[in-house]
T-cell receptor, first 113, second 113 residues
Framework: KTQVEQSPQSLVVRQGENCVLQ??????????LRWFKQDTGKGLVSLTVLVDQKDKTSNGRYSATLDKDAKHSTLHITATLLDDTATYICVVGADYGNEKITFGAGTKLTIKP | DPKIIQKPKYLVAVTGSEKILICEQY?????MYWYRQSAKKPLEFMFS???????DNQTASSRFQPQSSKKNHLDLQITALKPDDSATYFCASSQDDRGYEQYFGPGTRLTVL
């Protein structure tokens, strides 16, 4: 059973528009949740990390929320740019110290002019 | 200048052979990690090291052996290679073993024929 589910699997957005990516998980314990951006064929870049029971973070045009009660996180991208085209991966970290982490399959975001 | 170096970028090997994937980080971090990304699977966590000690191993096969000769090095030795080992292997590091903000290398793409 998939422990970290991301939706949608793929998304096409026109440049300048906003979009929201979803992450639902069943991993326990859920110490922290991270969102990564992965450009095609490249490594991962950390966008944000959420830790608290109900958490919000903001990093430029990226903002994220986490609700541990609902085991749900969202990643908002505002005023999208062509460079935002990438796969966005949700990662749930389970344990302090021992880095047991579970990756989602990612949402493939394509920004069109 | 790249802060996390992985060598080689591309690697082709024959079934049954042995290869070593190199990872060096120049971020002054104390924790390092290996991940694997196969063509049709989400990113998978393999190992975590903290201060050159193994913290977590989520790789079932003993054919995968991390090697840490220095604090900023974590190489990955793979023996008796199989075609299923074909994947991109990512190295990452973080300040400590909580791994809240992990920085990823560019990856080594391994193809086993």
């Amino acid at each position: 059973k998939t422990q970290v589910e991301q939706s949608p699997q793929s998304l096409v957005v026109r440049q300048g528009e906003n979009c929201v990516l979803q992450c639902n998980y069943s991993v326990t314990p859920d110490n922290h949740l991270r969102w990564f951006k992965q450009d095609t064929g490249k490594g991962l870049v950390s966008l944000t990390v959420l830790v608290d029971q109900k958490d919000k973070t903001s990093n430029g045009r990226y903002s994220a929320t986490l609700d541990k009660d609902a085991k749900h996180s969202t990643l908002h991208i505002t005023a999208t740019l062509l460079d935002d085209t990438a796969t966005y991966i949700c990662v749930v970290g389970a344990d302090y110290g021992n880095e047991k982490i579970t990756f989602g399959a990612g949402t493939k975001l394509t920004i069109k002019p | 200048d790249p802060k996390i170096i992985q060598k080689p970028k591309y690697l082709v090997a024959v079934t049954g052979s042995e290869k070593i994937l190199i990872c060096e980080q120049y971020l002054g971090h104390n924790a390092m990690y290996w991940y694997r990304q196969s063509a049709k699977k989400p990113l998978e966590f393999m190992f975590s090291y903290s201060y050159q000690k193994l913290m977590d191993n989520q790789t079932a096969s003993s054919r995968f052996q991390p090697q840490s000769s220095k604090k900023n090095h974590l190489d990955l030795q793979i023996t008796a290679l199989k075609p299923d080992d074909s994947a991109t292997y990512f190295c990452a590091s973080s300040q400590d073993d909580r791994g809240y903000e992990q920085y990823f290398g560019p990856g080594t793409r391994l193809t086993v024929l």
